[in-house]
């Protein structure tokens, strides 16, 4: 009836008959001080969410950088805070609650570019790009995007045009190469007709730049860029059908807030290989810096930046915004561009 055993009812007797009464005994439990307070984990929380919830690398990289380079001491805590320690916060309820999460190329037989994976020999400038579809709907196009990413840096531009004709490509294409701001040494493209052809061939050989297309059944020719498709476009403009009237509108977002934010505050991983006993070569991602950072990293950087650009300018301008900041506008201009299609649909 009580719910005790025989032998603990005995010993409550015991315990009546020798000191007059019974008493539930508290247990004492040793209690440790918690490091990371409630807003701790809630700016971490705020953070994650206004960068997409990236990596634990990434995101330590940003903590550490939102304390120490731009001195912001709500940061002190969390700039030690380990990779893996991270993945435990984000399993706590202030986390989760605080959290939001958002919800075939033709082939061409044009002799037109080389057939091989470009040689960058360490240096920036060898850029890969690829083309993004945001979806058909009732039989009607959507806007696409232009994704261009240096093989070394990371260095990346997006653009957006209502078609990939001639049209609207090269005009926005000509655009973002002259937006970067080292040397173009190579063009990389896979077999698509939208850039194999004689109107992108014309305007890099005017530009001096050396084209080069992706080897027959060697996907990780142009796997840069299209791994970014999905972890940059995806991620920002989603899977949605936008009609291409929005083009403009969506091309002005990118240029003022994606593509700053893309190549100044996001932290991207870098790969080191290394070789076993087999001969077998792994890639270890341990470096995670932004664009910027690994951009100013390279020996005689001065000798690959285009005229205007110095490694001073490079560096003052990350400072204008703190990572989180510039996050933040990014999601809020976001939020507003998808208001303004969405009311004109």
């Not at 790009?129 to 240096?150: C, P, T």
């Not at 299209?226 to 949605?240: C, D, F, P, Q, S």
Request: charged residues 30%; positive net charge; aromatic residues 8%.
């Amino acid at each position: 009836v009580s719910g005790y055993s025989d032998s603990q009812v005995d010993r409550l007797i015991k315990r009546k008959k020798d000191t007059g009464q019974v008493f539930v005994k508290e247990r004492t439990q040793n209690a440790f001080q918690t490091f990371y307070e409630v807003p701790d984990i809630r700016l971490l929380a705020d953070v994650a969410s206004a960068f997409e919830n990236p990596n634990g690398y990434a995101l330590k990289k940003c903590l550490e950088d939102m304390y120490q380079i731009y001195g912001d001491d709500k940061f002190e805590k969390l700039s030690h805070i380990s990779k893996s320690h991270i993945y435990n916060l984000r399993k706590t309820k202030i986390y989760t609650s605080r959290v939001l999460v958002y919800t075939k190329t033709k082939k061409t037989a044009i002799p037109i570019g080389e057939r091989r994976k470009p040689d960058n020999q360490g240096k920036p400038g060898y850029l890969r790009i690829d083309s993004v579809h945001q979806g058909d709907l009732d039989k009607e196009k959507g806007v696409y995007y232009i994704n261009i990413v240096d093989e070394i840096s990371q260095w990346e531009f997006v653009g957006c045009v209502e078609t990939i004709s001639e049209q609207h490509l090269i005009p926005v294409l000509e655009e973002l190469l002259s937006l970067i701001p080292f040397k173009v040494i190579n063009f990389h493209s896979d077999n698509g007709s939208e850039y194999i052809n004689k109107v992108v061939a014309n305007l890099l050989n005017k530009l001096n730049i050396c084209q080069t297309k992706s080897r027959a059944r060697h996907s990780n020719d142009n796997a840069l860029a299209e791994g970014k498709n999905g972890a940059v476009i995806r991620k920002t403009m989603g899977y949605t059908h936008i009609p291409k009237k929005h083009a403009i509108l969506i091309n002005e977002f990118l240029r003022k807030y994606l593509n700053p934010h893309l190549n100044f505050h996001r932290h991207c991983a870098f790969s080191e290989d290394q070789i076993d006993e087999k001969g077998k070569i792994k890639k270890e991602y341990k470096e995670y810096l932004t664009p910027c950072q690994k951009l100013l990293t390279i020996k005689n950087l001065q000798e690959y930046l285009v005229p205007g650009i110095t490694r001073e300018s490079l560096e003052t301008e990350p400072k204008k915004l703190t990572h989180f900041e510039s996050a933040k506008r990014l999601q809020e201009e976001r939020l507003k561009i998808f208001k303004q299609i969405s009311a004109k649909i």
